[in-house]
């Protein structure tokens, strides 16, 4: 039984994350009820998946490492504070064993929803939906990448290969 609920919880994080691509597709923002609910469905996942205390304590700690390196990017302007916090709360499911590769998963889809937006921006749409809101905001060269997709990507990348799913799946 609690195997099954921390696939529930881990079917939960894949969920909040689409959500908050999809969120950050269509407006440019990803609400911090989302970064919240994960960080709390981690909560009882980890022991449900066998987690002890001090392992569930360094994922927490990953999740703030991770924090404090985004929020230095969003002062710079670099990201916005909406991604920091997405990532960070996505990181604490990862945790230090696997952060790495959730990173640079999240880094490389970037680099590809980054080329892809500069494309859409280069060419015209047809007339049918060049007048979408969030067609437009897309294309809009005023506004930045929606890195939440990059984030939901890396963390769908990512997943599969993390001890957290196969604590999951109880391989």
Not at 17 to 26: F, I, S, Y
Not at 55 to 63: A, E, F, R, T
């Amino acid at each position: 039984m609690s195997q099954q609920i921390a696939l529930a919880l881990l079917a939960g994080f894949v969920g909040l994350l689409g959500v908050a691509a999809l969120c950050d597709a269509r407006t440019m923002r990803i609400p911090n009820r989302i970064s919240l609910l994960l960080v709390a469905a981690f909560l009882p996942f980890a022991p449900l998946a066998g987690l002890e205390l001090a392992q569930i304590g360094l994922h927490l700690g990953v999740g703030l490492a991770v924090l404090a390196g985004t929020f230095a990017l969003f002062a710079l302007g670099l990201i916005g504070g909406g991604d920091a916090k997405l990532i960070a709360a996505a990181a604490v499911w990862f945790g230090a064993s696997d952060v790495g590769g959730f990173l640079f998963a999240t880094a490389m889809a970037g680099g590809v929803l980054t080329l892809a937006i500069v494309a859409l921006r280069a060419v015209p749409v047809p007339a049918a939906v060049d007048g979408w809101p969030w067609l437009a905001r897309l294309r809009s060269k005023d506004v930045g990448v929606p890195y939440g997709i990059a984030i939901a990507a890396g963390a769908f990348v990512a997943l599969p290969q993390s001890a957290a799913w196969r604590l999951a799946i109880g391989a």
